[in-house]
Each structure stands twice: as structure tokens, then as C-alpha cells.
């Protein structure tokens, strides 16, 4: 599963998608593609920015079990 994070800087708010390792990044965050989630965090924490996981929102025929038709 894919997580998404957004990363907020003084700067900046752009985000990268996660399964453990960066696979997709906004493109001020590219030189994460590729870093563990552990590296990301060292390199986040670093450069003094902040970094939070974006709730996955699941549509109500997801909880319900029911489908649209």
C-alpha cells in the first residue's frame, strides 16, 4: 500500500508516495525517489522541515461492503 506524505518547509508544500521506499516525489523532493522512509526521515528532519502522513479516505461503499450498482 502507498503512503502518502506531505512535507511542509518555509518555502514550499509538496508531497512523495511511500511503500517503504520513496517511489514517487514532487519535484523540489526528487532526490528522495529511491531513500528508504528512514532516510527520507533523516534527510526531512535535517533541512529543519516538516513531514506528515495524509489520511487515505475510503469512499462509504468501501466500509459498507455494498456496491453503486
Known sequence: MLTLVR???????????????VCRAAPIL?????????EARAYIAREGWRASI??????????????LD
Open 30 to 38: 526528487k532526490y528522495l525517489v529511491g531513500k528508504t522512509n528512514d
Open 54 to 67: 495524509v489520511p487515505t479516505i475510503h469512499p462509504a461503499s468501501d466500509r459498507s461492503g455494498g456496491s
Open 7 to 21: 512535507v511542509v518547509a518555509p518555502h514550499f508544500v509538496a508531497g512523495f508516495e511511500s511503500n517503504g521506499t
